[in-house]
């Protein structure tokens, strides 16, 4: 597991520091405070793309068993938080590759397409 936040949230936390004097010499962890399975992210995903089956792979080995970044400090600190929840960041991401087909490597176009479906 990790946190998984979306790049909006990213910058727009960011820029909260850079802008927010209280944070000058501070270590600002940007993040949710919720840890998400990479199963979760592929879920959602596959939510949007039927028939789409998922491979379930072993845990590499030495890989942490989860956690995502404290987020008590962001708060205080910047009086923040991230905006974009994790469903509605996919949805955006799925909307802007069909939108940008070109944005997948060649080989993975090709694969998709030669799905059968």
């Given at each position: 597991?990790a946190?998984?936040?979306?790049?909006?949230?990213?910058?727009?936390?960011?820029?909260?520091?850079?802008?927010?004097?209280?944070?000058?010499?501070?270590?600002?962890?940007?993040g949710?405070?919720?840890?998400?399975?990479?199963?979760?992210?592929?879920?959602?995903?596959?939510?949007?793309?039927p028939?789409?089956?998922?491979?379930?792979?072993?845990?590499?080995?030495?890989?942490?068993?989860?956690?995502?970044?404290?987020?008590t400090?962001m708060?205080?600190?910047?009086?923040?938080?991230?905006?974009?929840?994790l469903?509605?960041?996919?949805?955006?991401?799925?909307r802007?590759?069909?939108?940008?087909?070109?944005?997948?490597?060649?080989?993975?176009?090709?694969?998709?397409?030669?799905?059968?479906?």
């Amino acid at each position: 597991m990790a946190g998984l936040v979306h790049v909006e949230d990213i910058a727009d936390g960011t820029l909260h520091a850079l802008a927010c004097p209280a944070a000058d010499g501070e270590t600002i962890n940007i993040g949710t405070g919720r840890p998400t399975s990479i199963r979760r992210v592929a879920d959602l995903i596959a939510a949007h793309y039927p028939g789409t089956r998922l491979r379930q792979t072993p845990m590499p080995p030495g890989d942490p068993l989860g956690g995502c970044a404290g987020t008590t400090h962001m708060e205080r600190v910047l009086s923040w938080r991230p905006q974009v929840p994790l469903e509605a960041g996919i949805a955006r991401y799925v909307r802007w590759l069909h939108a940008t087909p070109t944005a997948l490597p060649t080989w993975l176009r090709e694969e998709a397409s030669a799905k059968p479906g």
